[in-house]
């Protein structure tokens, strides 16, 4: 039986689920955590209310704690608007690369949900593509040094960079286009083109690519020389490893954060971070991955148009990151003598990475002892009718929150 949670100003700390998706490390989420490491890989901690890995408060979970009184819980707005806590807020460790993948929008969410729901396709099978009806925006910020391939590069950068391999095949591919042809379309006929051909195929393109990669010295293209040859110890002959040589190579630092919107095709390699979106696990996935591939459905989701991803850098105490959605807000604080006033309006979570946080509510600021104080990689939740609180302490610690619209 579910128990209505407590709204007293009294905030409470979270128990998330660990993932132990094969490409996650093994030693950075149990390090954040201060447990010590099993040698198995875990790959993202979920904090939040999705269905398929609800967080829990007191014991419950926190999908039905939200579901008992939403209006409570998230706001009377929020609640009428979403109906659920709208982000979800991840730790994500990459001790391996993971798949070439692009996120859909929410019209493309609830379609293509729609439609495997139509055919059958239970919520939890392997080929199913759409374990939701939501888009995936989402935003992801450095803790560790942070590598990864986002959005699709300049055309005339990427006809370069296969011409430093010599690898002519490709360069004659991205020169191909009619008078009224753009960029964008030369880089959806040329991942196209790669993602439908045929194993034989594929395989003598990727062969000859990392062949030449491991070859070539090249100062300008140093870093996707290197990790052409990473992935594909990884992602042996998968056709993944040139696709991603059409997207733009990132390296953020602890701090640094990018984001990322629906049609984004991207490829985390390596890092921890914290990672904040809408509540959404779809995922469309395209390569260098032992999950479901589908070309085609990726092919209708993915925005080929070049863009040079910018990297948000943080700075100051207090640093809240550019994401223009209306489900999420992600806000890096530094913690030291000086307190915080938050004003919410809705839930938040707030996690830990180093150091100590002190949340109180005005009630709270005359009863110390129930102040909320959370330890490294400790998370709490703050509702709607907890009010204004005041987050102090010391360290490093980010909040989730809803976007302001």
């Given at each position: 039986?579910?128990?209505?949670?407590?709204?007293?100003?009294?905030?409470?700390?979270?128990?998330?689920?660990?993932?132990?998706?094969?490409?996650?490390?093994?030693?950075?989420?149990?390090?954040?955590?201060?447990?010590?490491?099993?040698?198995?890989?875990?790959?993202?901690?979920?904090?939040?209310?999705?269905?398929?890995?609800?967080?829990?408060?007191?014991?419950?979970?926190?999908?039905?704690?939200?579901?008992?009184?939403?209006?409570?819980?998230?706001?009377?707005?929020?609640?009428?608007?979403?109906?659920?806590?709208?982000f979800l807020f991840k730790v994500l460790a990459a001790g391996q690369p993971l798949s070439v993948q692009a996120?859909?929008?929410?019209?493309?969410?609830?379609?293509?949900?729609?439609?495997?729901?139509?055919?059958?396709?239970?919520?939890?099978?392997?080929?199913?593509?759409?374990?939701?009806?939501?888009?995936?925006?989402?935003?992801?910020?450095?803790?560790?040094?942070?590598?990864?391939?986002?959005?699709?590069?300049?055309?005339?950068?990427?006809?370069?960079?296969?011409?430093?391999?010599?690898?002519?095949?490709?360069?004659?591919?991205?020169?191909?286009?009619?008078?009224?042809?753009?960029?964008?379309?030369?880089?959806?006929?040329?991942?196209?083109?790669?993602?439908?051909?045929?194993?034989?195929?594929?395989?003598?393109?990727?062969?000859?690519?990392?062949?030449?990669?491991?070859?070539?010295?090249?100062?300008?293209?140093?870093?996707?020389?290197?990790?052409?040859?990473?992935?594909?110890?990884?992602?042996?002959?998968?056709?993944?490893?040139?696709?991603?040589?059409?997207?733009?190579?990132?390296?953020?630092?602890?701090?640094?954060?990018?984001?990322?919107?629906?049609?984004?095709?991207?490829?985390?390699?390596?890092?921890?971070?914290?990672?904040?979106?809408?509540?959404?696990?779809?995922?469309?996935?395209?390569?260098?991955?032992?999950?479901?591939?589908?070309?085609?459905?990726?092919?209708?989701?993915?925005?080929?148009?070049?863009?040079?991803?910018?990297?948000?850098?943080?700075?100051?105490?207090?640093?809240?990151?550019?994401?223009?959605?209306?489900?999420?807000?992600?806000?890096?604080?530094?913690?030291?003598?000086?307190?915080?006033?938050?004003?919410?309006?809705?839930?938040?979570?707030?996690?830990?990475?180093?150091?100590?946080?002190?949340?109180?509510?005005?009630?709270?600021?005359?009863?110390?002892?129930?102040?909320?104080?959370?330890?490294?990689?400790?998370?709490?939740f703050v509702s709607a009718s907890d009010g204004a609180y005041i987050l102090s302490g010391n360290g490093t610690?980010?909040?989730?929150?809803?976007?302001?619209s």
């Amino acid at each position: 039986m579910v128990r209505f949670p407590r709204h007293t100003g009294v905030m409470e700390k979270l128990e998330c689920v660990v993932q132990d998706y094969a490409w996650g490390d093994p030693e950075s989420i149990p390090a954040l955590l201060g447990r010590p490491a099993t040698g198995k890989p875990q790959a993202e901690m979920w904090m939040g209310a999705h269905p398929k890995a609800p967080s829990t408060l007191d014991g419950q979970s926190l999908t039905d704690v939200i579901a008992a009184d939403p209006t409570a819980v998230l706001g009377a707005d929020i609640a009428d608007r979403f109906g659920q806590l709208p982000f979800l807020f991840k730790v994500l460790a990459a001790g391996q690369p993971l798949s070439v993948q692009a996120h859909p929008s929410l019209e493309q969410a609830r379609v293509g949900f729609a439609r495997e729901d139509a055919l059958g396709i239970d919520i939890g099978a392997p080929e199913r593509t759409y374990r939701d009806a939501n888009h995936k925006p989402e935003l992801i910020c450095a803790i560790t040094p942070f590598v990864g391939k986002c959005g699709f590069r300049p055309l005339a950068e990427a006809r370069d960079l296969f011409a430093t391999l010599q690898i002519e095949t490709m360069v004659e591919r991205l020169a191909i286009g009619g008078a009224d042809s753009t960029d964008a379309d030369v880089h959806a006929a040329t991942l196209a083109w790669l993602l439908r051909l045929t194993t034989d195929e594929s395989t003598a393109l990727v062969q000859s690519v990392v062949a030449s990669a491991a070859a070539t010295s090249s100062d300008v293209f140093a870093d996707e020389l290197e990790w052409t040859g990473i992935i594909n110890g990884f992602f042996p002959d998968d056709i993944g490893v040139v696709v991603v040589l059409l997207l733009n190579h990132i390296v953020l630092e602890p701090g640094d954060a990018v984001f990322l919107d629906a049609g984004n095709l991207h490829a985390y390699l390596r890092g921890t971070g914290m990672e904040l979106m809408a509540n959404s696990d779809n995922v469309v996935r395209g390569g260098c991955t032992p999950k479901n591939i589908d070309v085609e459905e990726l092919l209708s989701v993915v925005d080929c148009t070049p863009t040079d991803p910018p990297v948000q850098r943080a700075s100051g105490k207090k640093h809240t990151f550019d994401s223009p959605v209306d489900e999420f807000s992600l806000t890096r604080y530094q913690l030291s003598a000086d307190a915080e006033k938050v004003e919410p309006i809705s839930a938040e979570i707030i996690i830990v990475e180093s150091g100590t946080a002190t949340l109180e509510t005005m009630e709270t600021l005359a009863t110390p002892s129930q102040a909320l104080t959370l330890e490294q990689g400790e998370v709490g939740f703050v509702s709607a009718s907890d009010g204004a609180y005041i987050l102090s302490g010391n360290g490093t610690t980010f909040r989730a929150s809803v976007g302001r619209s």
